[in-house]
């Protein structure tokens, strides 16, 4: 699951909790938008983590100067 994925699970988390009203019987839909929120949260730490472990320090290039004069044999 990538940041888009947990920013998602957030955002519906979000809406379950605390945009909604909805009452289904035998489901608590503030505590599934609560988990969904911890989840996407717990995704995003993971994946920020991993991705600074990525990056890798790239040198600087070498320059290289080649020589494009074109040496002809001697007469």
Do not use: Y
């Not at 909805?22 to 996407?40: K, P, R, T």
């Not at 920020?48 to 020589?67: F, L, Q, Y």
Request: with cysteine.
């Amino acid at each position: 699951m990538g940041l888009g994925g947990c920013i998602i699970l957030i955002a519906v988390g979000a809406i379950l909790t605390f945009a909604t009203d909805w009452d289904m019987q035998g489901v608590n839909l503030d505590l599934v938008g609560v988990i969904l929120m911890i989840v996407g949260l717990i995704g995003v730490t993971t994946f920020s983590g991993i991705a600074r472990r990525r990056r890798v320090v790239v040198p600087p290039p070498t320059t290289v100067i080649e020589d494009d004069r074109r040496r002809e044999p001697p007469f």
